[in-house]
């Protein structure tokens, strides 16, 4: 059985090394014969080694098989350049099942290039919808999950929303949240890393924890500068962190924002996977408008102000762990003070902390 993994992004990486890990669990158990294979392709959407880089090394990721070295341009250029990679790359390693994550533009070429060549596909973080069709992360869920033959789905509601789209039952398994897993494994190593924390002088619980790279945010200056000014306003009470995403920094300097960040706000780089669950759990609160790290808020038990007009991750919202706050400054600021009243929250929405490992047991009983 051969599994090939189609990676690009961050957050990919952090929910790939999941899946190598349950994959070479299961082979210290098998017989030679029952080994399954762990190819990974890297698409090169990340490149910057505090992207991409760095997760490998800290979470052990096999080295991946192929990189693809696209790196950056406009969407139909990126995914274009990855499909016509990838359909070379799956006709030569001609894997027993095709495994994609999540929502980015690696995703979808993953997916189109497998299922035209008809090669099972299955997808990991399944079911999550924004029904915000402007972003386009929203376009490759919609997509990878319309041609996916099997779709692992973390939640409840994720299963639900398939359900109500039309996919048939037999191909939905409710498996968790691999970032889930990969919290509980790896975040005895964050309780020796603080390495930032040490830099800036930030006391546990002193300080507010904020990242920012949604398109929608960084490529609107309005958006993006009432999202500033937030930030600052958070600053004058706590120190604010954050780490910027490239995207992000370059967003900031051609919007002429950059220097003003710098005064109001601890700007540092992108860090690698251990040290950001540890900023996160020690954390007074934090802002973001990523996926991931929205639910790490809640695995953390710190309070979450989403920087966003809507979430897929409705069920922590329902649970008081998150509030939207859009790219409003003074939605952040009450959002702040909300957050400070109320007890932050955590528990197991997203499963039991062994989605990899019901993940690769699920490929390899309906693998071919
Ligand atoms: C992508 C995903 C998004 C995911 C995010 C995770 C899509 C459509 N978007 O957004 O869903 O949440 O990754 O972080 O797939 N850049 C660098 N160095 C890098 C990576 C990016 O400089 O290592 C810069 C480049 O200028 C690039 C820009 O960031 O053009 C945007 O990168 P891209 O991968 O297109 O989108 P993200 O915003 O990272
Ligand atoms: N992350 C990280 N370093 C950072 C910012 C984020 O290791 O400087 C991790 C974060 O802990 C989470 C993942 O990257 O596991 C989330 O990725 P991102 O926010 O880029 O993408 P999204 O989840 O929104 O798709």
Known sequence: MKILSVVGARPQFVKAAVISRAIADRNKAADAGARVEDRIVHTGQHYDPSMSQVFFDELSIPEPAHNLAVSGGPHGQMT???????????????????????????????????TKLHVPLAHVESGLRSHNRRMPEEINRIVTDSISDLLFVPTAHARETLLAEGVPDDRIIRVGDVMFDATLFHVASAAHRCGVRDTHGLASGSYVLATVHRAENTDDPVRLGQILEGLSRLAQEAPVVLPLHPRTRDSLERAGLLADAARSLVLIDPVGYVEMLDLERHARLIATDSGGVQKEAYFAGVGCITLRDETEWVELVEAGANILAGADADAIVRAAEQLATVPSSSGNLYGDGHAGRAIVDALVQRGR
């Open 80 to 114: 274009g350049r990855m499909l016509e990679r990838l359909e070379a790359v799956i006709i030569e390693e001609s894997p027993d099942w095709v495994l994609v994550h999540g929502d980015t533009n690696s995703t979808l070429a993953g997916a189109l290039a497998a």
